[in-house]
């Protein structure tokens, strides 16, 4: 399998490229802008020089124009009655291409200047007293020494792109690389905030993001733990009486067959509520529902629905999960009957921003040192309430009031008894568009 790059690896080449990119256009902008003043300055010079050595020719008996020229031939500069050679295979040097041209546009005639290379760089100034006369300047050629310096700079310039970029992408893959060490020790749960000190806010957000992961991945671990505990806690009981009761012969008996009967159904509740619990419902669609129908069909299903009174508005249609309300309900009301004492209550109360679905009941109510830890999964009221069940019911009505931006809150009535409220918020409609000008 090939290996994929390192995020080190990548950056470095990603800063140095743009450094060398950037030195590249520098150095691009450089040469054309040196060789304009190069060429601006260089013929102004070689011009003047020329028409001075013109001037100087044209009195060949005077004898210090003659020791002028004999100095300005031991300079490069004299004056050819021959003709400028034809241009060779050798390319002319940019700078002294553009040398010529500035200098022919300032001598009004571009013919009047010819720049030669064969081998040695020469600048030829047709004459303008002798048309037939050239004055000729060699050009030294710094062209080896400025390419050895361009390239003396250029890897110079490499060198220091390459620190850079080496720099830059360490300070930018460090703290990544820090985070990559203690992402085990993020998911485990423990601090590593002094090992992320001085990395920049998204790591730190991105570490947060990891640990926050790891307290849900550690949640959902010890939900399934203790719902494997509570389910072998659960279906002992019930399987120990099944098995005693067929060893005895009890299927003839009514009485006993009856007491079977009611430890299956007491198996199928505590394996439909694991069920309920770990599947959490949050695949359900919210869907347009009436609470007061809902409530009222949960009421006219209980074993004694005298016993239960609806209180609320006629209509209370709000987008719900209806099976997982109807669910959570229904536990709240289970735990009413089997907990609490009659008359039990069920109350819709619609409010500005939300809606609370309450259920009270006149029982004893709840020792208070139990009551704030009321909802967690597999723990029963029963050193206050003596009851049986799964310990899941308010687990899952807490859930769904999650699922739904809710939450449930449980209390002690100040009259005596338990009151649970399912807190709902109302969704806000969405805001129509303003109407065009008509």
Request: with cysteine; hydrophobic share 45%; charged share 20%.
């Amino acid at each position: 399998m090939r290996r994929a790059p390192s995020t080190f690896a990548l950056v470095l080449v990603l800063v140095a490229a743009a450094l060398l990119l950037a030195l590249a256009l520098s150095s691009a902008l450089q040469r054309r802008f040196g060789r304009q003043v190069v060429s601006d300055s260089y013929s102004r010079l070689a011009l003047a020089t020329a028409l001075a050595t013109d001037e100087l020719a044209s009195r060949p008996q005077d004898p210090a124009a003659r020791q002028v020229l004999g100095s300005l031939r031991l300079l490069g500069v004299h004056v050819s009655d021959a003709q400028p050679p034809a241009p060779s295979v050798r390319r002319i040097a940019p700078a002294l291409t553009a040398v010529a041209r500035t200098a022919g546009s300032l001598l009004g005639d571009p013919s009047r200047v010819v720049a030669t290379q064969t081998p040695d760089s020469q600048l030829w100034v047709r004459s303008a007293r002798d048309l037939a006369r050239w004055i000729v300047l060699r050009t030294p050629s710094y062209r080896p020494r400025l390419l050895d310096s361009a390239l003396l700079l250029s890897v110079l310039a490499g060198l220091i792109a390459l620190a850079a970029a080496g720099l830059a992408a360490r300070l930018l893959t460090r703290p990544l690389e820090r985070l990559a060490a203690q992402a085990s020790a993020l998911l485990a749960g423990t601090p590593t905030d002094a090992g992320l000190d001085g990395s920049p806010r998204e790591v730190r957000r991105l570490a947060a993001a990891i640990g926050e992961a790891g307290e849900r991945l550690r949640a959902v671990a010890r939900e399934r733990e203790l719902m494997l505990a509570g389910i072998s806690h659960d279906l002992r009981t019930p399987l120990a009486r099944l098995r005693l009761a067929m060893e005895l012969g009890d299927a003839g008996d009514p009485v006993r067959r009856a007491a079977m009967v009611a430890d299956l159904e007491e198996l199928d509740r505590a394996l439909e509520q694991c069920l309920a619990f770990v599947r959490e419902g949050r695949d359900e669609a919210l869907q347009p529902t009436d609470l007061t129908t809902l409530a009222g069909q949960l009421l006219a299903l209980r074993l004694q629905p005298d016993d239960w009174q609806l209180e609320g508005p006629a209509e209370v249609a709000v987008p719900i999960r209806p099976t997982l309300l109807r669910r959570a309900l229904g536990n709240l009301m289970d735990n009413a009957e089997r907990y609490g004492a009659p008359p039990f209550t069920v109350t819709l109360t619609r409010q500005a921003d939300a809606i609370e679905l309450g259920v009270t009941d006149h029982g004893p109510g709840v020792a208070p040192g139990l009551l704030p830890r009321l909802g967690q999964p597999f723990l029963r009221g029963d050193a206050a309430r003596s009851g049986v069940g799964s310990g899941l019911g308010l687990s899952i009505a807490a859930r769904a009031a999650r699922l739904h931006d809710g939450e449930l809150r449980l209390a002690n009535r100040s009259g005596g008894g338990f009151v649970a409220i399912l807190r709902l918020p109302i969704p806000r409609a969405p805001v129509p568009p303003a109407a065009s000008a008509q």
